[in-house]
């Protein structure tokens, strides 16, 4: 991410001096801050500046980015803004913005639906980061995960889909492109 924030920043401001004010960032879905500081660490390896809009709904997340923001002596160079982005008002408008909602499925942190509801704080020029997320499925056998489930004694957990880290498994196709979401 930092790396590509670099990417975008120069792309935006190719030299120092084409900089006039700065650069809007938004990091929807904070979290507890690490895109928010790979992004200020972009901004001094690139030599530009930028105003950081931190955006998170989660009252813990939000307690930590606080405390950080303290901590790290952000002063005004970060705002942090204590809301779900589909429900922000502002006037604002963002040059770049870089979010992480991918989750494990690409789309199991309601990427698209948040992003989605984010538009009314873009104008036609804005940068995202990631540009797009593009989710694969393959069928895969386990012997393990079977057993797992088969515990379980109903039918419906062999219906759900579960998150795992694959350790020993047959996979008999190769993985398909599911869908993509263009940010």
Aim: proline share 6%.
């Amino acid at each position: 991410y930092e790396n590509a924030v670099v990417k975008a920043l120069l792309k935006k401001f190719p030299t120092p001096e084409s900089q006039k004010e700065p650069l809007i960032l938004m990091v929807l879905g904070a979290g507890r801050g690490p895109l928010v500081k790979s992004s200020l660490r972009a901004a001094k390896r690139a030599e530009r500046l930028i105003k950081v809009y931190a955006v998170e709904k989660n009252p813990n997340a939000v307690c930590t980015l606080r405390n950080t923001h303290k901590t790290e002596n952000w002063k005004d160079k970060v705002t942090i803004v204590h809301t779900d982005m589909r429900e922000w008002k502002t006037e604002i408008k963002a040059d770049i913005i870089v979010s992480e909602l991918l989750g494990s499925f690409g789309d199991n942190e309601l990427s698209p639906e948040c992003l989605d509801g984010a538009n009314t704080f873009l104008h036609e020029n804005t940068i995202s980061i990631p540009e797009n997320s593009i989710s694969y499925l393959a069928p895969l056998s386990s012997s393990k995960l079977w057993n797992d489930v088969h515990i379980m004694k109903d039918l419906k957990y062999f219906e759900t889909p579960y998150v795992v880290k694959v350790k020993n498994a047959y996979i008999p196709a190769e993985p398909l492109k599911t869908f993509v979401f263009e940010h």
